[in-house]
């Protein structure tokens, strides 16, 4: 019996060990499936033998083709006279002609790629580096998958994470000192005001059923993305059978992959109307399928950041058959964190560290570059999201992308070989860099990432996600970012900042720093006061500028040419929101200050324009103590030829140094320096006598426009970025000024929707200024506009800034509470 108890004993124990060695065996299959991959794609980088003359022919052949030819058949095409990395050089390159006619091997490789059974095959292990959307080869057609064959729900990675970065593990915890937003005391009790809220449901509704969501279709709108973007306004304002209907609507959604219809999605848009939304909503009720929803759309949303880099495809091809892809040459910082705070709060509500993992490689990302670009810590509009720079044909040549692992092999969209340096940071995009030019302005998209950044650290209560992982590189730590000379100081009231360890390899600033240089430099570079026809009261906007990159080798300078074009944009209004919370976060009081300036500004500058927000305004700039506008003096500027157009830029006296800038060459530093020129804004418009009537004082082609406006864009009636601007600014400092400022712009908002856009017996209707083709009220008007105005007429006590953070989209999500 003994024996037998024994032998029993040694057969559990075998059973127990053969099942932890199977879920072993399996952990490490699924764990390095996609490293296998990866290590496939570099073999096939660097060794594989179709990439190089006419053994790609042979080898495509036995691809795409059952019939397999004898070794001898393909023979005879191999080039004899080069190597192997003179005629990778030579099918990587093709702006550079290395190679005479003769060699047609390069010619047929590039032939083979244009076949899309090739393409296909080869994109498994090369990306397609691509510049935009709309700006690719005629060269390159995407075709799609068909979904009667593959299953769309599926995705595998194709460059997985295997480390995520996780949420800090204290991040419930709120720090003693940790300041409050919103103010203690308000002067007028900062108690509801019933008339206006009652005004507002009533607006809301008539705008709600103008659209018609009670009807919508799935069938037509299978992603009903305008009524989850309304969900928590109709909770805020106690619509609730309306709400419930819509939950009802939303439950039978899918959104675990968009319609087959939609080839291609807008990833922004897409997170800051659908996933904000959905989340903000559950916030609200609690409805656990809202949460639900928005994990599979995330999840979705996910496959975007599937890239060498982890930056994700803002227009994303979901179905492409050529899903390997670097994201595009062409990309907008601000709209990249559009979805930060979506995916932050996603990953706390549901423990799930993909979300915060995408995030975080993606700010990582931003912080490592902040110098490459013509002001530092200021983005231009446009980027180069893929990272990549292209190696020439000398360094292929000399084999440097055989010794550097960061170099990846790719196709661009002439259908070409490229080696691609993987920089692991932003790059100036292929058309400024061209040019020498960038522009920099400070509309939604622009400064939506001063705001998400301090958003985060908000939702985060106070733990910075620039310093969680202090050496995070995305790219294996390449290249310093440090805080250096003048930029250290923070002329707006921080003092200085620490300086860099030099016991890091890689030095991120944290969010208090990047944001004080940043406002620093948009006061230095970006404000302006215009002329006007104000009396008492000096404005101060935000410009946009334009900035030339020039190196002058005599004074061993990279100058910098900054042109301002006195433009105003009611987008830039925002700032001042952010400027507001960062004021008591980061306790800087110069912040509240400047931010309530902005807001005062812009809305005497929409008062000037009866209600009406310009999408651009061009203005003159003030030199003057009082900045009153003078229609002689303006007439007589005209005449003299102040507004003719100027082409070039003429360099003036002034110089203000930065800092000092590394060249790309050696190691000598290069002083880097601001230069003005003496002609700015005006030169940019061309006016002439011809243009004005001298004796009434009017533009001659368009009398209705202001003489004071020099040019005027698409306008506007029902945006909300000085509404919001004004709501911020009253639960900040308690001012009741500003309840009376929204009040009024309401009136003056209702007026001209029933003058602009009134019918018969006096009915009118909601929708924009000037009439597109799509009449469809902007669903911006539900989730921010109505709401902001409810949020400023409400009990303070409702959706406090302290319990709540507001999205760029108009979104509540809580912060969390211990």
Aim: proline residues 5%; contains cysteine; aromatic residues 10%.
């Amino acid at each position: 019996m003994g024996l037998l108890n024994l032998i029993n004993l040694w057969v559990k124990k075998a059973q127990s060990f053969l099942l932890l060695g199977v879920t072993i065996c399996l952990l490490f299959y699924y764990t390095f499936e996609n490293e296998i991959d990866m290590l496939n794609s570099y073999a096939e980088n660097e060794y594989m033998p179709s990439i190089n003359g006419a053994v790609t022919n042979h080898e495509v052949n036995s691809q795409v083709d059952t019939t397999v030819k004898p070794a001898s058949e393909g023979a005879e095409d191999l080039p004899s006279s080069k190597s192997a990395v003179e005629n990778d050089a030579a099918s990587t390159v093709p702006a550079v002609p290395l190679i005479s006619e003769e060699h047609t091997p390069a010619e047929s490789t590039i032939t083979d790629l244009r076949d899309p059974k090739v393409l296909k095959e080869k994109n498994k292990y090369f990306p397609l580096l691509l510049s935009s959307p709309w700006r690719g080869s005629m060269k390159f057609q995407d075709r799609w998958i068909n979904p009667e064959i593959d299953d769309l729900t599926s995705h595998k990675s194709k460059h997985a994470v295997l480390n995520e970065f996780s949420l800090p593990l204290n991040f419930l915890q709120l720090p003693k000192d940790y300041p409050t937003v919103q103010a203690n005391d308000f002067e007028d009790g900062g108690h509801q005001q019933n008339q206006l809220l009652q005004k507002l449901r009533e607006l809301f509704i008539k705008s709600w059923n103008q659209e018609q969501f009670s009807r919508l279709d799935l069938t037509i709108e299978p992603w009903p993305l305008s009524l989850i973007d309304s969900l928590d306004t109709l909770y805020i304002m106690g619509h609730m059978s309306k709400f419930n209907d819509a939950i009802d609507l939303i439950s039978r959604v899918d959104f675990t992959i968009p319609p087959i219809t939609e080839d291609s999605i807008d990833i922004p848009d897409v997170s800051t109307r659908g996933l904000g939304g959905l989340i903000s909503a559950y916030e609200l009720s609690e409805e656990p399928m809202l949460l639900a929803k928005a994990k599979d759309l995330a999840n979705f949303i996910l496959r975007a950041f599937d890239t060498p880099n982890r930056i994700p495809v803002l227009q994303f091809f979901w179905r492409t058959e050529y899903g390997n892809r670097f994201p595009y040459q062409y990309m907008n910082v601000g709209s990249l964190t559009n979805m930060a705070l979506e995916f932050t709060r996603l990953a706390q509500l549901t423990h799930s560290d993909s979300y915060f993992d995408a995030i975080q490689r993606l700010f990582g990302t931003i912080s490592l570059s902040l110098d490459e670009f013509a002001i530092e810590h200021l983005f231009p509009t446009t980027v180069d999201g893929s990272g990549c720079r292209i190696l020439t044909p000398q360094e292929v040549s000399a084999g440097l992308h055989l010794r550097n692992p960061k170099v990846m092999k790719s196709i661009d969209q002439n259908l070409e070989f490229i080696h691609c340096h993987q920089t692991g940071k932003f790059l100036i995009s292929p058309q400024d860099w061209e040019k020498k030019e960038q522009l920099f302005k400070m509309d939604y998209q622009q400064q939506s990432f001063y705001s998400n950044l301090v958003k985060i650290y908000h939702l985060l209560n106070g733990h910075d996600i620039l310093t969680i992982l202090k050496t995070y590189h995305p790219m294996d730590g390449e290249g310093e970012v440090g805080t250096t000379g003048k930029n250290s100081e923070d002329e707006m009231g921080d003092g200085e900042v620490a300086p860099p360890d030099p016991s890091e390899k890689v030095q991120l600033h944290n969010s208090k720093q990047l944001f004080s240089i940043a406002m620093r430099k948009i006061r230095h570079l970006m404000l302006f006061r215009p002329l006007s026809p104000i009396a008492n009261y000096n404005l101060t906007l935000i410009s946009s500028f334009k900035a030339k990159l020039r190196v002058s080798p005599s004074t061993d300078e990279l100058q910098v040419e900054i042109k301002k074009l006195f433009d105003m944009n009611h987008e830039g209004c925002s700032l001042a929101t952010t400027l507001g919370l960062a004021s008591s976060l980061f306790n800087n009081t110069e912040y509240l200050r400047l931010a309530k300036k902005l807001t005062h500004s812009y809305y005497e500058m929409i008062g000037l324009l009866d209600g009406v927000f310009p999408e651009e305004l061009y203005l003159d700039p003030c030199k003057k103590e009082k900045c009153l506008f003078d229609k002689n003096e303006k007439i007589q500027n005209i005449l003299d030829g102040r507004y003719t157009n100027h082409d070039a830029l003429t360099v003036g006296d002034t110089k203000v140094e930065l800092n000092s800038l590394q060249t790309q060459k050696g190691n000598k530093d290069m002083r880097k320096i601001l230069m003005f020129g003496l002609t700015q804004g005006i030169g940019e418009l061309n006016y002439g006598e011809q243009d004005i009537d001298r004796n009434s004082g009017k533009w001659k082609h368009d009398p209705e426009r202001p003489f004071w406006v020099n040019k005027v864009g698409k306008r506007r009636l029902l945006s909300s970025n000085v509404i919001e601007s004004i709501f911020y600014m009253y639960r900040i400092t308690g001012e009741s000024r500003w309840r009376k400022m929204g009040a009024e712009l309401l009136k003056k908002t209702i007026e001209n929707l029933q003058k602009y856009h009134s019918g018969a017996k006096g009915v009118w209707s909601v929708r924009e200024f000037e009439d597109d083709d799509d009449c469809s009220i902007p669903s911006s008007w539900f989730s921010q506009t109505l709401k902001y105005y409810y949020l400023l007429f409400s009990d303070i006590s409702d959706y406090t800034l302290d319990r709540y953070i507001y999205t760029s989209g108009g979104h509540l999500m809580k912060r969390p509470q211990e």
